[in-house]
């Protein structure tokens, strides 16, 4: 059975729509990467699975989060509460700016233990040394009362990721846990998700715009483009045989995929400004398989191959073609 | 270096400052127009009774001369004699410490209770008409100049209510205390208002901040969110906001001192500038210099206390 079932999610800015129609499903113990270009509305789609837009200039403008069969829209502030922390757990993208520069690392990894088990302040620290100690600090017990400027930003990535396990959740939301890191931390960090999907039976929602880590660590994928769904499948599908254009143009841009001391090939062009999208299929303009079809009418997900869909009028040409 | 070993170094460090501002007092106060022996002797003072005055306080000698004499003197705790009040300096600076010092720390004691209260109320509720409320209390207290605002005070809860004594400083503790209430709450008034305005600016901000809502993302409550990360991260500004109006208040304090009667330094200051009591203008102001640096001081040690980043 799915943990977390998306619908039709979209995200308005007053009468803009900055994220339309997001589907996702997310089982127990997998791990699904939400991939796309910066501005493509991946943090946002995040925070409004656990409810948390800037209500003053976000919101949700339709569709359904259900998270083990509660649809979590029905539910009130204080239920609410028992889900964020508890059963979701989130990593932000910037660990410096979200974790609080004035408490102590330890205080901010016991405080929702203490808040939501009601657990005594001893206790609640013990818990935050061992989690210290799960994400792989080194010597926990003096750095539990360390504050964040005193880490390094790998070690705030982890106490960061500390503090989302504190109460056990279930569902971990990691908003690009490794971009703000250098590869050898990132591949630990990475390494250090997929070892806690192991051991608690973890399901994450990895999001990232590196299909390097994609290909290191999910098992399904989705990919946005312009607060839209583009493509959605199983990763090995995904990156062996992309069924859409936008896909297919990521990934001849990852390093490593050209030939060396080629030019890295770019998208060309820029990703259109929220609330500006254009007509049609919003990926058009830099598309290089173009046709008037694309201007005039936006492509439906439809079945590509498999369990596989694409959002393209070519879908099937693409396939044939390959 | 540990970060709070500059509770020893700053000693150090002052003796520079002291010694500036002990040039800067001196010269200041001969600098002042006017002859403080004519005016303690009056007009018809014969020439050889000034010529004498003179010799006694050595306002004969030269400048220098009288710049090292004052030095040496200071160093031993011997502030000079005031003309005027034919007593040593020190003793009578002694005498009117106290109600300064409780109208500095009373106000700012009722300031805080007073300004975060109200800044967390118009943040947490921003926008609403309770908001605009503690605007236009804002808006007014910084408009109305302190002296009216003491009168207002004096009129409306001592001659109409009796609550209050009306002026002057009691002789038991307890009555100081009831004497220093208005006082304290007439430079709290136009204090707060700052403060608040201050507070609920970096409040609105903290609350907007992403490690709220990393806190939120916890599940955590807004009243756990406001106290826990909200508050102490935006008390921080405030420090230094405080120390920097409570010097401006030390030096303000003549015109409640003199409003509500109270035999502080301020009033000490102002006779002592209007009669040319040379010994009692240098004391004063030496004293609130010093008051200065200590303040200075004080909100450094705070800061760092509150704020983990600050190395000073
Ligand atoms: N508070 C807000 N008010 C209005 N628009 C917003 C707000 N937050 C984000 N947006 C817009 O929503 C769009 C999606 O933003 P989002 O942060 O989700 O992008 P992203 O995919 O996470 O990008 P990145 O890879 O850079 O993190 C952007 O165009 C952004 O300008
Ligand atoms: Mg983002």
């Not at chain 2, 008409?129 to 003491?150: E, K, M, S």
């Amino acid at each position: 059975m799915s943990l977390l079932i998306v619908r039709n999610l979209s995200i308005a800015a007053g009468e803009r729509l900055l994220v339309e129609e997001v589907d996702l499903d997310l089982a127990e113990g997998e791990v699904l990467g939400l991939v796309g270009e910066s501005g493509s509305g991946k943090s946002i789609t995040c925070r409004a699975l656990m409810r948390l837009l800037p209500h003053d200039q976000l919101h949700i403008a339709g569709g359904s989060v259900t998270l083990k069969g509660r649809d979590l829209a029905r539910l009130d502030e204080a239920e609410m509460r028992k889900v964020r922390g508890v059963e979701i757990g989130m990593i932000f993208q910037n660990p410096s700016s979200h974790l609080d520069p004035v408490m102590r690392i330890g205080d901010q990894i016991a405080e929702s233990v203490r808040y939501h088990e009601g657990a005594s302040t001893k206790e609640a620290r013990g818990r935050a040394v061992e989690l210290l100690r799960q994400v792989g600090i080194p010597d926990p017990v003096r750095r539990v009362s360390a504050y964040p400027h005193e880490f390094s930003g790998g070690m705030r990535q982890r106490a960061m990721i500390a503090v989302a396990l504190a109460c056990r959740p279930k569902l971990l939301i990691a908003d690009e846990p490794t971009t703000a890191l250098d590869v050898t931390v990132q591949a630990q960090v990475l390494r250090l998700l997929l070892d806690l999907r192991d051991r608690l039976g973890l399901a994450i929602l990895l999001v990232t715009h590196n299909l390097g880590v994609v290909a290191q660590t999910c098992d399904s994928l989705t990919v946005m483009y312009a607060g839209r769904i583009m493509e959605r499948g199983p990763k090995r599908d995904l990156l062996r045989a992309p069924a859409h254009p936008y896909t297919e143009a990521l990934l001849k841009c990852q390093p490593g995929s050209a030939k060396p001391a080629a030019q890295l090939p770019a998208i060309p062009g820029q990703p259109p400004l929220a609330g500006a999208f254009p007509p049609g299929c919003r990926f058009h303009p830099r598309c290089p398989r173009v046709a008037d079809i694309c201007r005039r009418e936006r492509p439906a997900l439809s079945p590509a191959q498999g369990p596989r869909v694409a959002a393209c009028h070519f879908t099937s040409a693409l396939r044939a073609a390959s | 270096m540990h970060r709070y070993a500059f509770i020893l170094t700053r000693p150090l460090q002052l003796i520079p400052v002291l010694f500036g501002i002990s040039v800067l007092c001196f010269f200041l106060v001969k600098s002042i127009p006017g002859d403080p022996v004519r005016l303690l002797l009056g007009t018809k003072s014969t020439p050889e009774a000034v010529a004498r005055i003179r010799a006694q306080y050595g306002l004969d000698e030269p400048l220098l001369t009288q710049y090292i004499y004052f030095l040496k003197n200071l160093s031993a705790g011997e502030m000079g004699h005031s003309l005027l009040y034919k007593m040593p300096v020190l003793p009578l600076i002694a005498e009117r410490v106290v109600p300064t010092l409780m109208l500095v720390v009373g106000s700012v004691l009722l300031t805080l209770l007073i300004a975060v209260p109200l800044a967390s109320l118009a943040a947490l509720k921003r926008g609403t008409a309770t908001d605009h409320a503690i605007r236009g209390f804002t808006t007014a207290g910084l408009g109305f100049p302190a002296f009216w605002l003491g009168i207002m005070l004096i009129i409306v809860f001592s001659v109409k209510l009796g609550l209050f004594p009306v002026a002057g400083f009691g002789e038991s503790w307890l009555s100081k205390l009831h004497h220093m209430v208005l006082p304290c709450l007439t430079v709290a008034l136009a204090l707060s208002a700052i403060v608040t305005r201050n507070l609920r600016a970096s409040m609105i901000a903290e609350l907007a901040s992403d490690h709220a809502t990393a806190a939120r993302a916890k599940g955590l409550p807004e009243s756990w969110v406001f106290r826990r990360h909200v508050l102490p991260n935006s008390l921080i500004p405030t420090i230094n906001l405080l120390a920097i109006n409570v010097g401006w208040l030390i030096g303000g304090s003549v015109v409640v001192e003199t409003v509500f009667s109270l035999p502080g330094m301020g009033q000490l200051l102002v006779r002592a500038i209007f009669t040319r009591d040379y010994m009692v203008v240098q004391g004063v102001t030496l004293v609130f210099a010093c008051a200065t640096v200590v303040l200075n001081f004080v909100a450094d040690l705070l800061t760092v206390a509150a704020d983990p980043r600050v190395k000073i």
